[in-house]
């Protein structure tokens, strides 16, 4: 991905995800691989999480402990039960 270099890449990969939840590529539960997106965005593990933590200060996502971090249902409601399993793909829009 290239990055503006004017604006903050934290910022810009927080509207990337961001995008994608609000688009329904990420649904409710999904849970967010820190590594793949790592990989994805070509960003360090502190960057990706400074943009994770701009989106469960927005409510979009959720962390749930030993667990990992999830899309947030509709209204940014937490629902920890059910998640769906680690490395799973989104589901096809």
């Known amino acids: 991905m290239e990055f503006e270099p004017d604006r903050y890449v934290w910022v810009q ?29 070509g960003v360090a593990r502190g960057t990706l999480r400074k943009a994770m933590k701009k989106l469960r200060e927005e409510g979009l996502l959720y962390t749930v402990p030993n667990l990992g971090s999830f899309v947030s249902a509709p209204g940014g409601r937490m629902e920890e039960e059910g998640a769906e399993a680690i490395g799973s793909e989104p589901d096809p829009a």
Not at 14 to 34: C, F, M, N, W
């Open 13 to 41: 990969v927080a509207e990337r995800l961001r995008s994608r939840i609000v688009d329904g590529t990420y649904r409710p539960k999904y849970l967010l691989s820190e590594v793949q997106l790592m990989q994805e965005f």
